[in-house]
């Protein structure tokens, strides 16, 4: 299993930006998912193993941009014009698939989580 670590969450105002951080070792296809408060676990962003190809929820798409650096084993979540909607656990997880996955299903090994506060 491969060890997944996210960092970067914090508290910001609405419309401000924010990165997200999460190294795991090895060239995987990995994905960005979110909890909020009393709601289920629902899908951020994807990319595949390379890191050429993405995929996005609809209510990020414009405003986040995932990427992943396989020399430096580390995936990026650049958050911009945050909403406070957007508050809420943040999850980095890996898959073997070669991805882009948009089912959280289909990836084994998650991160403990990094919280993200946006207020109004």
């Known amino acids: 299993q491969v060890q997944v670590e996210e960092s970067g969450g914090g508290l910001v105002q609405a419309g401000d930006s924010l990165t997200l951080f999460c190294t795991a070792s090895?060239?995987?296809?990995m994905g960005w998912f979110r909890q909020a408060l009393g709601e289920e676990r629902e899908f951020v962003a994807a990319?595949?193993?390379?890191?050429?190809?993405?995929r996005y929820a609809d209510s990020v798409k414009g405003r986040f941009t995932i990427s992943k650096s396989n020399a430096q084993n580390t995936l990026y979540l650049q958050m911009n014009s945050l909403k406070p909607e957007d508050t809420a656990v943040y999850y980095c997880?890996?898959?073997?698939?070669?991805?882009?996955?948009?089912?959280?299903?289909?990836?084994?090994?998650w991160g403990q989580g990094t919280q993200v506060t946006v207020s109004s």
């Open positions: 990319i595949d193993w390379i890191g050429s190809n993405t």
């Open positions: 090895g060239g995987y296809a």
């Open positions: 997880a890996a898959t073997t698939k070669s991805g882009p996955v948009v089912s959280e299903h289909e990836y084994k090994s």
